[in-house]
């Protein structure tokens, strides 16, 4: 599990260091929701952070676009990155170029 190099972060999200620590060594942190893009199917998930390392997803190519505390400052910090794209000019619709 990668995370891109400008991780869009919510402003709920407190104490940075210590989730992107425990994101690189696949522990769950409480509460914490993940926007991941997985290249196998060309889509963005939002996964709790429980989820994401669940053996069922072990194995697939996934980058972790954004994180947030809770599921609905997720929605909100994915609705921001659509409008950030399409502010840059890319293309909404292509989840690859949402998380440029």
Request: aromatic share 6%.
């Given at each position: ?34 926007i ?19 053996e ?45």
């Amino acid at each position: 599990m990668k995370l891109i190099d400008n991780l869009f972060v919510a402003g709920n999200v407190t104490d940075l260091e210590t989730v992107v620590y425990s994101l690189r060594r696949g522990i769950p942190v409480l509460h914490l929701t993940c926007i991941v893009l997985f290249e196998d199917k060309n889509r963005l998930e939002i996964l709790s952070s429980r989820d994401l390392f669940h053996e069922r997803n072990q194995n697939r190519p996934a980058q972790i676009a954004g994180i947030a505390m809770g599921r609905r400052s997720a929605y909100d910090l994915l609705a921001y990155m659509t409008e950030e794209a399409v502010a840059n000019g890319r293309d909404p619709g292509d989840p690859k170029q949402l998380i440029l």
